[in-house]
């Protein structure tokens, strides 16, 4: 018998490798998308006609091609992404087979344009069907422009097999919610038919789920943090009360690649376990970032599975992450809860807790530093004032915001509410403050507004925050200390001790603490962070002639006294010049307060003018 085996013709051999990486235009959408990516684009723009049927384009201000490259990336395994078998262990790009345009060019008509941004003139590229039909020097903008026209032009077959366009569309968008999510820092926009479908601009995570999913995505967020050694995990889940009879939103990214994994999937379920009626789904946007070393993204053509080397683990650490969150979420309604009654009285002295603060030895913390010397100067030069709380006095929030970093507890929580409360007292957004501060005469802070004008008195507005602040610390969490080399000692007369003692738990939860407090003397072994040991005995004296003068009435609370008390002696005072960072810092602080609009003593901290009435003064 003759022989019977041929080597297939490579326009064969190309269709037919093709059908593995191209199925539908919603494959060619992810391809290119991809490349835009590798090619470190920040701004990718995706034109579609007839659900991609007719065109999928997509192009990016990326890092181009040379001529050579530029012929070269149609052929088949030619890849600038890896060199041998090692980096695919290592891998950072999306695309590492060099198949993906070799495929995409044996089934459609392909145009090319590229050029690098060190060249003048660029490459444009015309290939039907394997085929070469031109190669030409072009004028075109650095970055690649890809267009795909005709899909399956030579292979019948599979066009017909192509769904509705209302059901490749679909796929189209999955796959570029896929990618957008995946990459925020990124700015894309996607047209179908001449209408614009998306436009999203680089932005922060939480602005890119809201953008993709819709406004009403924002509320139904909650974010999941945790770092360990072998995985970050980052992003969201939704809330359990909005979760969805479809799976549409459920994303995975691992090392900002979209996949899929029941498995992990699984692990979100069990942690949502009591919180979601039947055949409902949680809704997830996480981000996971491992060691590339540790999964084989090998092993599925197109790319959504993955194999993790420990799986067992990232289940584990995943589910008690989601758990951790959600378990902060449904503490959120207490803190509803208080917030609302803080509308009558603010603050909740009842629920003081009575724990000895931690004591957190700060080192690096240095009263001479050259920073706060400087601003001890400015401030006797200008006031011939006693020395002020100096420039660590962001610090005095330190306890407040190192817990919420570390274990995103309760307060992010909170601080998101007060955002969002700004905004609705105060609908000029916090952006616009922050581009444009100034300080007039060392005594105010000028800002501008949409609406006009916004003049906060420097002095009043740090009252208000460090009041807000100590009471906090004093009613609900425990403070950092900041413990002494040497305990401090000082005397006072024994009434004055009196006063003290009847007054040391609320200070202990502020940051200090006593290692003796009788008659003749008072020991302190440490302060609060941020306050320099030098004003100690001030805001001790402050604090005495304040319960001696105060009369107590119905509405006396030592912890209250105390907050404004220190929050007097510690604010910056008038004549102080502030750095655009501080003032930036103080305005973003005092709105983020529960009552921004009067200090402590209910005096107004800020005034504001609105345009209407500079214009009036104009007539
Ligand atoms: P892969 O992405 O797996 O390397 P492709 O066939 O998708 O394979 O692309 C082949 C090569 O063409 C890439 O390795 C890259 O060097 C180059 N390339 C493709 N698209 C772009 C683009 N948008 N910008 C710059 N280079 C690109
Ligand atoms: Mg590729």
């Known amino acids: 018998m003759s022989d019977i085996i041929q080597l297939l013709p490579d326009h064969v051999a190309n269709q037919i490798a093709a059908g593995e ?72 790009t999306k695309g590492f087979r060099g198949e993906a345009l070799a495929s995409i060019a044996a089934i459609a008509h392909v145009e090319l344009k590229t050029k690098q941004d060190e060249d003048d003139l ?126 549409s939103e459920q994303f995975f990214f691992v090392n900002q690649r979209f996949i899929k994994s029941p498995y992990l999937n699984h692990a979100i379920k069990s942690a949502f376990e009591g919180l979601l009626k039947d055949g409902y789904h949680p809704s997830y946007f996480l981000n996971l970032t491992v060691d590339p070393k540790s999964i084989d993204i090998n092993i599925h053509p197109t790319k959504t599975e993955i194999k993790f080397d420990d799986e067992h683990t990232l289940y584990a650490i995943l589910r008690s992450a989601v ?8 503490i959120a ?55 002020p709380p100096t420039a660590s006095w962001e610090s005095m929030y330190v306890g407040l915001e190192s817990k919420g970093n570390n274990s995103q507890s309760d307060f992010s929580q909170v601080t998101f509410e007060s955002e969002s409360k700004d905004e609705s007292i105060f609908n000029d957004s916090a952006i616009e403050t922050r581009k444009t501060t100034f300080q007039l005469q060392h005594k105010y802070i000028v800002s501008t507004l949409k609406s006009g004008m916004l003049i906060i008195d420097q002095n009043r507005a740090h009252q208000r925050i460090l009041y807000e602040s100590f009471l906090k610390h004093i009613t609900v969490k425990e403070a950092t200390s900041q413990q002494l080399l040497f305990p401090l000692q000082l005397h ?99 709105f983020a307060c529960k009552e921004p609009n009067v200090s402590p003593t209910n005096r107004p901290t800020f005034i504001t003018m609105a345009v209407d009435d500079i214009e009036k003064k104009f007539m």
């Open 492 to 590: 006072f007369t024994p009434n004055e001790t009196k006063i003290i003692d009847d007054l040391k738990s609320d200070l202990e939860h502020t940051g200090f603490a006593f290692s003796e407090l009788n008659d003749k003397e008072i020991m302190i072994t440490g302060v609060p962070v941020g306050v320099p040991e030098s004003e100690v005995s001030i805001i001790l004296e402050q604090l005495i002639s304040d319960v001696e003068n105060d009369v107590p009435d119905t509405n006396f609370s030592a912890a209250d006294l105390l907050a404004k008390s220190m929050a007097k002696s510690l604010a910056i005072k008038n004549g102080q010049s502030l750095n655009s960072t501080e003032q930036e810092h103080m305005v973003n602080s005092l």
């Open 122 to 247: 660029g490459t444009a590229i015309v290939i039907e069907g394997s085929e070469v039909k031109s190669q030409e020097v072009v004028v075109t903008p650095t970055g690649t422009s890809v267009a795909v026209k005709h899909l399956f032009f030579n292979i019948p077959a599979r066009r017909n097999f192509l769904k509705s366009d209302t059901v490749e569309l679909r796929h189209i968008s999955d796959e570029f919610h896929r990618v957008a999510l995946a990459h925020p820092n990124i700015a894309f926009s996607f047209y179908h038919n001449g209408s614009d479908l998306f436009n999203v601009p680089q932005e922060n995570y939480r602005q890119r789920v809201v953008h993709i999913f819709g406004t009403k995505t924002n509320e139904k967020l909650v974010p999941v943090e945790e770092e360990t050694e072998v995985l970050k995990i980052s992003g969201f889940v939704g809330k359990p009360n909005f979760s969805k009879k479809t799976k």
């Open 323 to 330: 758990k951790h969150s959600l378990g902060q979420f449904n």
């Open 21 to 92: 990486v191209v199925q539908r235009p919603a494959s060619v959408v992810k391809e290119l998308m991809e490349n835009a990516i590798d090619a470190n684009a920040t701004e990718i723009k995706l034109i579609i006609k007839d659900a991609g049927k007719t065109l999928v384009q997509v192009i990016d201000n990326g890092k181009g091609m040379s001529v050579t490259d530029a012929r070269l990336s149609f052929e088949r395994h030619a890849t600038s992404k890896i060199r041998a078998a090692e980096d695919l262990f290592q891998l950072n």
């Open 333 to 387: 309604p207490v803190l509803d809860f208080e917030h609302q009654s803080s509308l009558n009285t603010p603050y909740e002295y009842k629920d003081k807790n009575a724990s000895i603060p931690a004591i957190e030895v700060d080192r690096s913390f240095n009263p001479f530093s050259e920073d706060v010397n400087r601003k001890e100067k400015t401030t006797r030069q200008n006031t011939g004032f006693k020395s």
